[in-house]
């Protein structure tokens, strides 16, 4: 069974930062695009960066700047460098893998990010 488990949530105050981590298991890891959702309170669920297999990266407009997406293959792990928090960055933060050629997608159960001062 495939599995995606985040760590690295907490609660940082304003200005802080934190670092997520995604470990995969039972895929091949290097084949799929990677990304990092948030959800809200009361909000759906949005992209918040995204790295293909091939390494490319995306972000929203809200993180950029802030935020930086990386893997490590070898590690089967993707990562989520947060710096400069906003309490707007409050969110449970998943996991996301995907892959089009094989037509499968897999979530994380999330991990809860609390910025406050």
């Known amino acids: 069974q495939v599995q995606l488990v985040e760590s690295g949530g907490g609660l940082v105050q304003p200005g802080g930062s934190l670092r997520l981590s995604c470990a995969a298991s039972?895929?091949?890891?290097?084949?799929?695009?990677m990304g990092w959702y948030r959800q809200a309170p009361g909000k759906q669920r949005e992209l918040v960066a995204r790295?293909?297999?091939?390494?490319?990266?995306n972000y929203a407009d809200s993180v950029k700047g802030r935020f930086t997406i990386s893997r490590d293959n070898a590690k089967n792990t993707v990562y989520l460098q947060m710096n400069s928090l906003k309490p707007e960055d409050t969110a449970v933060y998943y996991c996301?893998?995907?892959?089009?050629?094989?037509?499968?997608?897999?979530w994380g159960q999330g991990t809860q990010v609390t910025v406050s001062s």
């Open positions: 790295i293909t297999s091939s390494s490319s990266t």
């Open positions: 996301n893998a995907n892959s089009v050629r094989l037509g499968q997608g897999y």
């Open positions: 039972r895929i091949i890891f290097s084949i799929y695009d």
